[in-house]
């Protein structure tokens, strides 16, 4: 078998065991359960919008935040734009997973509101 298979084998795996575990909560928990989902992929979705591309340093190593400065200011004007792109469709798909997980909150609170009565 080639590696890709492997790789492909292990990621299937991984989210049978994800949606498998996603399910159970969901129903032991019910309308609430997809409520705190809701609120994991939100708050998935913000950390990655605020990551970024943006250099990462603190006062203790000047010298890599200023070597990834550099390194981003010595882009051409065609990476600079390649990777304006990218960040301009992480932070689309940013976006609209945090409505989904919104959506999914709303939806979850609900229900259990609803279920409750």
């Not at 996603?22 to 605020?50: D, M, N, R």
């Not at 997973?97 to 959506?103: D, H, P, V, Y």
């Amino acid at each position: 078998m080639s590696a890709r298979t492997i790789l492909i084998t292990i990621g299937l795996s991984a989210w049978l065991l994800a949606s498998a575990a996603a399910f159970l909560f969901v129903a032991y928990t019910t309308f609430f359960g997809i409520a705190v989902i809701g609120l994991a992929i939100c708050w998935i979705a913000t950390q990655v919008e605020l990551e970024g591309d943006a250099p990462v340093g603190n006062g203790l190593n000047p010298g890599f935040l200023a070597a990834q400065v550099q390194a981003k200011r010595d882009l051409s004007k065609e990476q600079r734009l390649s990777a304006q792109h990218e960040q301009s469709l992480a932070k689309h798909s940013a976006g609209f997973f945090k409505l989904f997980g919104l959506s999914l909150v709303v939806i979850g609170l609900c229900g259990g509101l609803y279920h409750q009565l």
